[in-house]
């Protein structure tokens, strides 16, 4: 056993030639597709964070949205963490005005309701889906 | 005749072990090993579901709406933005917590103005 002590392992970081997404390729385009379609069809920038977010989350979605800088008074930022089931809907001065809470609250129960049931996609796209009806056509 | 029997089994032809095992082994573990294939290969190649409950193993993506979408007011904020990364990517800046923006001190943060919260 004491032969081991001289034994110097060595390991090399192992880099993923590309890091796997959560999503399969189908899922993609629809995220895509009804991330697009909302954005082109309110004026709205809407745009969507998949991952952990630090406690408190609302703060964390808060700091993603002023990350935008000057995009954030238009845009709708959706973050999503499946690991601590929490979404956050943040929205900016203007688009505050086109999307008011009580819709935020709506999208946010509809998602929810299709997360519960581990169906993220449909969640995510359901939800964009209700608040760019909400928001209307751009003026 | 083939070989020198007489008999009810004068007619019949003689099979070596090898043709026995292959036709009474080999096919049926064949037809087994088919149907194992069909039914586990599509699952060893797909991305597990999602479960409510379990771990988030993956990275955090930011996804975007695509910027040939965009009111050309919007894009232009876009494509601004997308040089500015393009410059910082050059330089050294410290490794900052995900979420967090060197460029962005912590007192600005007051673009929020509404939204909602769901748990599930």
Redesign the interface.
Same mark, same amino acid.
């Given at each position: 056993m004491s032969g081991d002590a001289d034994r110097v392992l060595v390991s090399e970081r192992y880099a993923h030639p590309r890091?796997?997404?959560?999503f399969?390729p189908k899922q993609l385009a629809r995220? #895509?597709e009804a991330?697009? !379609?909302?954005?082109?069809e309110t +004026?709205l =920038?809407?745009?969507? =964070?998949? +991952?952990?977010? #630090?406690v408190p989350?609302?703060g &964390?979605?808060?700091? %993603? &949205?002023?990350?935008? +800088?000057?995009?954030?008074?238009?845009?709708v930022v959706l973050a999503v963490?499946?690991?601590q089931?929490? *979404?956050?809907? *943040?929205?900016?001065?203007e688009?505050?005005l086109r999307?008011? #809470?009580r819709s935020?609250?709506l @999208?946010? %129960?509809s !998602?929810? @309701?299709a997360? +519960?049931g581990?169906d993220?996609t449909g969640g995510i796209v359901a939800g964009l889906r209700m608040l760019s009806d909400q928001a209307g056509h751009?003026s | 005749m083939v070989s020198g029997r007489t008999g009810p089994f004068a007619n019949l032809c003689p099979v070596s072990v090898a043709q026995t095992l292959g036709v009474f082994l080999g096919i049926p573990l064949g037809i087994y090993a088919a149907f194992a294939l069909l039914v586990y290969l599509p699952g060893a190649t797909r991305r597990p579901r999602y479960r409510p409950g379990e771990p988030w193993p993956y990275e955090p993506v930011w996804y975007a709406p695509s910027p040939s979408v965009l009111d050309d007011s919007t894009r232009a904020i876009v494509v601004a933005a997308q040089q500015h990364r393009r410059e910082l990517e050059g330089r050294s800046l410290p490794q900052l917590p995900p979420g967090s923006d060197p460029v962005l001190p912590a007192a600005a943060i007051a673009t929020a103005k509404g939204g909602a919260r769901g748990e599930w």
């Open positions: 890091p796997p997404s959560p399969r995220i #895509d991330l697009s !379609m909302s954005s082109a +004026g =920038y809407f745009s969507l =964070y998949v +991952g952990a977010l #630090d989350t609302r &964390h979605a808060e700091r %993603l &949205h002023a990350e935008l +800088g000057e995009l954030a008074p238009q845009a963490s499946p690991g089931r929490v *979404v956050e809907i *943040v929205t900016g001065a688009s505050a999307v008011p #809470d935020c609250s @999208a946010a %129960l !998602m929810t @309701a997360f +519960g581990g993220l751009s | -």
